[in-house]
């Protein structure tokens, strides 16, 4: 094969390539790098703690000191959830394709979003301060009166890092929703969205609405900690309960501001790699509205051994069954989107029939958990693990790694190595499943979360999880590897290599500063992929042939 | 202790609650089964039939979706609808807690359980019942909020900082059951555990017995209702207006505020460390002293135990 020997064009990334020009970029896509950057280092800082978790509990008796244990898991909740979880989708491929799906130049507030960057890093060395000092001991939901009177350790400082973390949320969120409202290119209709886009938007509503409860949450927090008010103190006639209240209003949305993208992401890839349109797209987007409303109604589904009132408890639990079923819905049209599809297993496509497959373990032990009466048994116990695992790192990893490799030949300009990518696909799954499956069942026996030693009859089933968890390092660690090597020497790119229909394709990769030197107009509605003759056509209205 | 000679796959079930909940929890196992077959059935038969490259037509692809996706909501919310009601009638059943045959004193501390036995028996991280009774426990944190668990039974429940909770279970069958405190509670938690023992009727009369028939927790009681002067002002022939406890214990209270509460434990507890929450009708407030700070929960216990024994009296008159 003759290597293609053009030059790039002048671009985004190459465009005064200095270190000050990175630092104070106003381009979208260079923030999104920037965020991918931050969000990777995080990453390594939690799975590094995964690591020695799952290490130390692959025997009863252990590795670390118990306090050591303890301040990893937290660290480990702390850092996943509000450092890459949250963050990942939104911060990285939100940031550098909402506008270009959208025909947008950049995101409606530039200097907004190059600011929720620092403030994305200052939380982060503010929580990098805590861990250095000594760490913290609470888990990641800061339970009062613990947290406020008992813990020793740096939770002031951690709670501070949320708090400010909560504000490159709210900023990035809030430039979401204004871009899609006010940038969309002509003929951008809000039903040609493509369902990224959409996933974009609700997600962003969420964030916006959910997060003032969590900065509230971490301020009262703070201000426990430092003169001691007793908001949360029963002796001085606070509640400890109300502390659960609003960690759950903020922290149970939480839980889709993680999976949204993610569905969005996996809408995408499906439809391009099985060559038809999505099914049911209209579907898709009610389904993802009607995720983020009812997300809001079902937090005290987290506390149903807490004593709240019976009947609180009940309506909770109904709620959460009813947010199962959009969830049903998607999983549902995904499937029947192979249908008479024609379709490519390349690696995007094997991480997105991953998450479904993980996503919907995932969500039917979500009804398991949402059932009161099997929830008072399996509440704290690694059965929710496991559950909220498959949700989180089966689904939203899994999409976050999938699209990576989509969109990387957008992003660099360059492809990465297919089948070391099958293979990294692969190799999640086995090891994920591995991983976690084996803690349902050790959450149905009984073993509770956070504990640092357990009897010896829960060893065989630790002993695998902890094996499955050294194939997963492996496979999340491969991509840093070959993308890295593909940087340098991947074969060049064009335009649109996987033949997609959105309107990111159809600028150069990697795009050029303002991504379109005219604005493009938009004919028609995402997916129009045939699988009949393997044409497409892409939003602007150009029809291609089969490649 | 829970000895397996395998690899366990399943807790053991030694409680009434328990069975129900195996029931329902493999009933769901099972339809998750089906749903997770289905999804990966046709998953599996799509990429093999239209993978790329194979000969098959894609031609009348379903075009109109929407009959398709009614469908399969309306089938899931019905399957969800009847799994939430069988779910929330369990736990309305376990959470209304019925009076107990036996009632039992639980005090959480980091990193031990606490149990005190109506005759004043007491014992630390093991607790003795007898089979086929009614055991209702209740229960307060005397620092961090800590959750009593016994995988064997399906029963768990917070002990929540300054309220007392409420939880029973009807072992039916004797042995040694693990209880795990599942709610994190500090450096120790993994290690705050106890045992339930649960014996035939007559081995724990005798285990009673051999364990001294102290002084009941009531009558402990009513000497801390002496000497923390409560008797100053509650006692028959005190001269401050304040109300007689006799005949308290179970009875409706008409608050100040309008409302009216039952007087169970939770509320004679909070009256002890926050008088001023809830005022009785036609009582002055801020005349009864806070006693938070003053007496331990073990202690607070015991008055509860004491006031509960002169309700009693006052209901069988
Ligand atoms: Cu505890
Ligand atoms: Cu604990």
Redesign the interface.
């Known amino acids: 094969m003759t290597t293609i020997a053009i030059d790039l064009p002048r671009n985004y990334a190459t465009e005064e390539n200095t270190i000050v020009s990175w630092l104070f970029t106003k381009d979208h896509k260079r923030i999104a790098l920037l965020f991918f950057a931050s969000i990777t280092f995080f990453f390594f800082i939690g799975g590094f703690a995964a690591t020695m978790i799952r290490l130390h509990l692959a025997t009863p008796g252990g590795l670390l000191q118990?306090?050591v244990y303890?301040r990893m898991f937290t660290v480990h909740g702390v850092m996943m959830v509000w450092f890459f979880l949250i963050p990942s989708i939104p911060n990285t491929f939100g940031n550098f394709f909402l506008p270009m799906m959208i025909g947008a130049h950049d995101l409606a507030f530039p200097r907004v979003n190059l600011l929720s960057w620092y403030v994305f890093n200052l939380s982060g060395l503010v929580l990098l301060y805590a861990l250095v000092m000594g760490g913290i001991?609470?888990?990641w939901t800061f339970?009062p009166?613990?947290s406020t009177?008992?813990?020793s350790g740096y939770v002031f400082a951690a709670a501070l890092a949320v708090f400010i973390n909560g504000f490159s949320s709210i900023m990035t969120s809030l430039n979401f929703v204004v871009t899609t409202h006010r940038l969309r290119a002509p003929g951008m209709t809000w039903l040609r969205l493509p369902l990224f886009v959409w996933a974009m938007y609700s997600v962003s509503i969420v964030m916006l609405t959910a997060t003032p409860v969590l900065a509230m949450d971490m301020f009262l927090l703070c201000v426990e900690r430092f003169i001691g008010v007793g908001m949360f103190?029963?002796?001085?006639?606070g509640?400890?309960?109300l502390w659960q209240h609003m960690f759950w209003f903020y922290s149970h949305p939480a839980v889709y501001i993680m999976i949204l993208p993610a569905m969005g992401v996996v809408s995408e890839l499906i439809s391009c790699y099985?060559?038809?349109p999505i099914?049911?797209y209209?579907?898709m987007v009610m389904a993802l509205m009607a995720i983020a409303i009812i997300s809001f109604f079902v937090w005290a589904h987290h506390m149903?051994?807490?004593?709240i009132s019976?009947y609180s408890?009940?309506v909770f639990?109904?709620l959460s069954?009813?947010v199962?079923?959009p969830s049903?819905?998607k999983?549902?049209?995904w499937?029947?989107s192979?249908?008479?599809?024609?379709?490519?297993?390349d690696a995007p496509m094997l991480y997105a029939?991953g998450f479904?497959?993980l996503f919907?373990?995932g969500g039917?032990?979500g009804?398991?958990v949402?059932?009161?009466?099997?929830?008072?048994?399996v509440?704290?116990?690694y059965f929710v693990i496991a559950h909220f695992h498959y949700i989180m790192v089966g689904g939203t990893v899994s999409a976050f790694f999938g699209g990576l490799h989509y969109w990387w030949p957008k992003m660099t300009g360059r492809f990465y190595p297919e089948s070391w990518a099958r293979f990294a696909a692969t190799l999640t799954f086995v090891g994920f499943n591995l991983t976690f499956f084996p803690q349902f069942?050790l959450g149905?026996?009984?073993m509770?979360?956070?504990?640092?030693?357990?009897?010896p009859?829960?060893e065989?089933?630790n002993l695998l999880s902890s094996a499955g968890a050294s194939i997963l390092a492996v496979a999340y660690a491969l991509p840093l590897f070959y993308l890295g090597w593909s940087l340098l020497y991947g074969r060049r790119a064009g335009p649109n290599p996987w033949g997609a229909t959105g309107l990111e394709w159809t600028t150069p990769s990697p795009p050029p500063t303002h991504n379109w030197e005219l604005t493009p107009t938009v004919k028609l509605g995402p997916y129009s992929y045939n699988?009949?003759d393997g044409s497409y056509i892409t939003q602007d209205g150009v029809k291609h042939a089969y490649v | 202790m829970d000895q397996y000679h395998w690899v366990p796959f399943w807790p053991r079930t030694a409680a009434l609650n328990a069975v129900v909940v195996n029931n329902l929890y493999i009933a769901e196992l099972g339809l998750c089964g089906l749903i997770i077959a289905m999804v990966v059935g046709m998953m599996m038969t799509f990429c093999v039939r239209y993978r790329q490259g194979s000969t098959v037509s894609r031609a009348d692809r379903v075009k109109k979706t929407w009959h398709w996706e009614i469908t399969w909501t309306t089938a899931t919310l019905v399957a969800f609808l009847v799994l939430f009601c069988w779910g929330a009638s369990i736990y309305i059943w376990l959470f209304k807690t019925p009076p107990g045959d036996i009632e039992i004193y639980v005090v959480a501390k980091q990193w031990m359980w606490k149990f005190q036995h109506p005759g004043g028996q007491r014992e630390i991280d093991t607790l003795h019942v007898p089979v086929d009774k009614t055991i209702r426990l209740v229960m307060a944190s005397q620092d961090v909020i800590h959750s009593f668990f016994v995988p064997a039974f399906r029963v768990k429940r917070d002990v929540v900082s300054g309220t007392y909770e409420t939880i029973w279970f009807k072992a039916t069958k004797t042995g040694t059951y693990q209880i795990e405190c599942s709610q994190f509670c500090g450096v120790q938690h993994a290690t705050m555990k106890g045992y339930v023992v649960v014996m035939t009727p007559a081995d724990y009369a005798a285990w009673l017995t051999s364990h001294g028939i102290r002084e009941s927790l009531a009558l402990q009681g009513e000497a801390l209702f002496r000497q923390y002067g409560c008797s100053g002002c509650h006692g028959a022939n005190s001269t401050v207006h304040a109300p007689t406890l006799v005949g308290l214990y179970g009875s409706i209270v008409h608050l100040q505020n309008g409302g009216a509460v039952r007087a169970d434990e939770r509320y004679i507890h909070d009256k002890i460390l926050m008088p001023n929450e809830q005022i009785p009708a036609g009582y002055p407030s801020n005349v009864m002293p806070s006693f938070a700070g003053q007496i331990s929960e073990d202690n607070i216990l015991k008055l509860v135990a004491y006031i509960q024994s002169i309700g009693s009296q006052e209901f069988s008159r």
């Open positions: 118990p306090s303890n001991d609470t888990g339970y009166p613990y009177q008992y813990a103190d029963p002796s001085r006639g509640d400890p309960i099985a060559r038809r099914f049911g209209l579907g149903f051994v807490a004593g019976i408890a009940v639990s109904l069954f009813f199962a079923v049903a819905i999983v549902f049209n499937t029947v192979l249908h008479k599809g024609s379709i490519v297993f029939l479904v497959l919907t373990i039917l032990t009804l398991i949402a059932t009161l009466a099997v929830d008072v048994h509440h704290d116990t069942i149905y026996l009984g509770p979360r956070r504990y640092y030693t357990y009897v009859a829960w065989s089933w699988p009949e």
